[in-house]
């Protein structure tokens, strides 16, 4: 079946530093990727999403590019801000499948 | 717009006792979904729906129930409230599928205690 890996947190970064939250999946034939992001005490939103192989989404300078050789979607911001401190969960939708498989989720922490 | 509203924000129950969570979109979606997360895990779906009248089980749906009588409302039964089901509880909605793509929203979620 479908599965989602990514990187164990917590992790721990002062403001403008470079983040990247690793993300690989198992999946048949060509799914959808996606981030979500929990800030706290709230549900989840999309942050990005791509939906076939080298195609790189991107939103509020967060980048991911979907990695068909290496099965992977990892998550990039090259500085971030305090304000970017919550879950990131990464996910994938397979061909002719209704649900999300989400992986475990990292929570990200920045400091000041 | 809304989105999708969830209430109770948090509940506790007592062993045996059950509840109803409440699930509604204003966004005219087919697709619903209810979702459990338990710390340090992804979540994990309960139920779904791709239209009013029609249901689906999901990954973990022993112990729940659903019904969508109409496109908006989406509500998760718990019968016999068991502590294996305290968790966070999130509601999610989606348009038709029509690339793969589409987006799924999320509510603020129902925290839930079985005591």
């Known amino acids: 079946g479908n599965s989602v890996t990514q990187m164990e947190g917590p992790v721990t970064l002062s403001e403008e530093a470079f983040l990247t939250i690793n993300c690989t999946y198992t999946?048949?034939?060509?799914?959808?990727l996606f981030w979500y992001v929990q800030y706290p005490g709230e549900g989840l939103q999309l942050l990005l999403k791509?939906?076939?192989?080298?195609d790189k989404g991107s939103n509020k300078g967060f980048e991911a590019t979907y990695r068909k050789e290496t099965t992977s979607f990892h998550l990039e911001k090259g500085s971030v801000q305090v304000s970017d401190s919550a879950v990131y969960f990464c996910?994938?939708?397979?061909?002719?499948?209704?649900?999300?498989?989400f992986g475990a989720g990292t929570t990200v922490t920045v400091r000041a | 717009n809304a989105g999708v509203t969830q209430t109770p924000k948090f509940r506790i129950l007592k062993i045996g006792q059950s509840m109803t969570l409440q699930c509604t979109q204003d966004?005219?979606?087919?697709?619903m979904y209810w979702y459990r997360q338990d710390p340090g895990m992804g979540l994990k779906l309960i139920y779904y729906?791709?239209?009013?009248?029609?249901?689906d089980k999901g990954e973990v749906p022993n112990g729940y129930n659903v019904s969508r009588s109409t496109t908006e409302d989406f509500p998760l039964r718990l019968e016999l409230a068991a502590p294996s089901q305290t968790s966070v509880y999130f509601c999610?909605?989606?348009?038709?599928?029509?690339?793969?793509?589409?987006?799924?929203?999320f509510g603020p979620g129902t925290r839930l205690l079985v005591l």
């Open positions: 791509a939906t076939k192989a080298d």
């Open positions: 999946a048949t034939g060509y799914p959808s």
């Open positions: 996910a994938l939708r397979g061909l002719n499948d209704y649900k999300l498989s």
């Open positions: 999610a909605s989606s348009p038709r599928d029509r690339g793969r793509g589409e987006t799924q929203y």
């Open positions: 729906s791709v239209g009013a009248g029609i249901t």
């Open positions: 966004m005219n979606h087919n697709y």
